[in-house]
């Protein structure tokens, strides 16, 4: 059941937040609160806010210099004197002097001061220093800020909730520790992290405290639900996840640890202080994102150690979070059959320091030997499917030839315009939002550039499709779709019509610095093409931008979709990699090319197609049939029965089916190839259709 909650941001901010990915989880059954609260909010990244002059560390440093304001330089951030403390704030209860508390990110220049929880934008840090004095009798209210409006709940479920070890009943006390894998994790561990248990709903409890320990500030549970013969956990975060900042184990943290251990679960952290006495951190949104908002308490960690996860996307998300926090102070543990969850490779009675001390460095210099890389080899020739990406649900096709969607990747799409494709009037685009938002379900963090159409008509095509009916005749049912629907981890950009490329690439990176991007789309390249500032031959012009998104694709690990018009070409001919507009650049640097064909039928409407010319995983290539559906605004694989394609030998010709002997013998839905882009055939007419 979802139920919204009663949203409050948990930090004492200067401005509210920007739109954040996550919606509100439900809490367990017979603990929701009172009347929900409708919250609406705009899910576009403020890119059109962005200063003309983007703001850099270079530039941050000249502007303190010129102020007169100290500053510490740090991994992640800078250190200032915070003007939002009173000099009786200045030490604390070891008489530490904590001047230098205010922080300032090096990417964004978002600044957080620890002392007074303040924070904003790097605006709101100029406009504080320049009109001089406290801020606060300035009117800018930064260091005292409305306790969170979701605290009644949060006190009310964390009253009820009571230690493990205080369960009248010993035999349910065995079945929590059963539940959770907790056979080896001691009272006095749970003690010193303050986990509890909450009876009603079966979930322990995780608190948020404020850094000092001296407030709750939210809350996490983790239920266990039985599935078959195993469990499978669900969480519940207050206040919502985009404002859950809590790093667990934070307030048991001190000034001189120098070495800490970040891990993706709770039930992690326990392990791995109980068995190694090691500062122990969770992140609290796993392996989805890192927020900038937290890097400044990783600030005085001289090395830090990602052990996420056991599996290939647990990785990579390590080395895109070391990315944000210093390569050169951070090592990560990389998965396998020896070294699983830190929980798991406790109750195996493996050797959790030894793990740790395995860790590679996440750093290296811009030439490497085999030896560095034998370890990632063998981890995707053990990992073969997690190495072949994320697999799409929609279009099992598509797997079967591109086997996933991976990152690092350029794929370039296109396709003839379809009058009939929906609202959009694009074939194209509607095809190409269902592709991502198949993904975007399944957790790929995804940044929509719709150059052509505004994003409430994007937005309204994909719900659509999410909810695979017409909502327009099912209006009641609207709230429902779109609560899911926000739950997704979907960012639009704000650009419409021509834009320069710099513009968007700007726009592109602080959304996978901010939000972690993985996939981006931008629909369609034309649209950048006619800016003032690129030169007057199209052809170069888009040679250029092309090679801009090849190089962020590759600086980046993240991979970008980006959708071409095709040349002008006749009604009777199909589409080919040539047909793509420009020259051959966009098809050389791209990893994969996708064509949307349409093949024109005298005896009434034209039958889809998607032709996979190019597959720089493996070599694969082939096509399948499409069918449209009007009404949900969906493609999907048509039945076997309507179309009958062949199987193309690379060694030789068309390699027949042999015959059964019946008339209605299964025929082939689609093909693929190797090497070599298929024949399409038409489909087999000598039945009448039903």
Known sequence: MWVLLRGGNPFRILLPQRGEWMGRRGLPRGLAPGPPRRWYRKEALPVLELPVLPVTATKIRQYLRGQGIPFQDGHSCLRTPSPFVEPSQLRDQTAVTTSFSLYIDKTTGRFLCMTSLAEGSWEDFQTSVEVGGDGASKGLLLSKAPEVEDSEEVWRIWNRAVPLWELPDPEE??????MFGLTKITDDTLKRFSVRYLRPARSLVFPWFTPGGSGLRGLKLLEAKCQG????????????????????????????????????????????????????LTLPRGTNCLSPALLPYLEQFRR???????????????????????????????????????????????????????ALPAWHKSIVSFRQLREEVLGELSNVEQAAGVRWSRFPDLNRILKGHRKGELTVFTGLFHPDAGP?????????SEYALDLCSQGVNTLWGSFEISNVRLARVMLTQFAERRLEDELDKYDHWADRFEDLPLYFMTFHGQHSIRTVIDAMQHAVYVYDICHVIIDNLQF??????????????????????RKFVTDNNCHVTLVIHPRKEDDDKELQTASIFGSAKATQEADNVLILQDKKLVTGPGKRYLQ??????????????LEFNKSSLTFSTPPKKKTRLKIKDEAGPVAKKPSSGKKGATPQNSEICSGKAPILNQPDTSKPSK
């Open 612 to 625: 996979v010319s190019k597959n720089r995983f493996d070599g694969d290539v082939g096509i399948f049939p």
């Open 173 to 178: 006390v065995q079945l929590a520790h059963a």
């Open 304 to 358: 830090i150690v990602f052990w996420l996860g056991d599996d290939l996307r647990s990785w990579e998300a390590a080395k895109l979070f070391a990315r944000k926090l210093n390569p050169k102070r951070c090592t990560l543990v990389r998965p396998g059959d020896q070294h699983p969850c830190p929980l798991e490779a406790l109750n195996g009675g493996l050797n959790l320091s030894h793990i740790l001390r395995t």
């Open 229 to 280: 013969d195993g469990v499978s956990y669900e969480e519940t975060t207050i206040p919502q996840p985009s404002a859950y900042h809590n790093l667990f184990g934070l307030p048991l943290i001190s000034r001189r640890d120098t070495e800490v251990v970040l891990t993706s679960r709770e039930l992690d952290s326990l392990a791995l202080n109980q068995s190694t006495g090691l500062p122990t």
């Open 424 to 432: 959009t009037g694009s074939g194209k685009t509607t095809f190409i």
């Open 528 to 549: 950048m093409m006619g800016h003032k500032q690129l030169s007057t031959d199209r052809i170069a012009a888009q040679d250029y931008i092309v090679g801009v998104f």
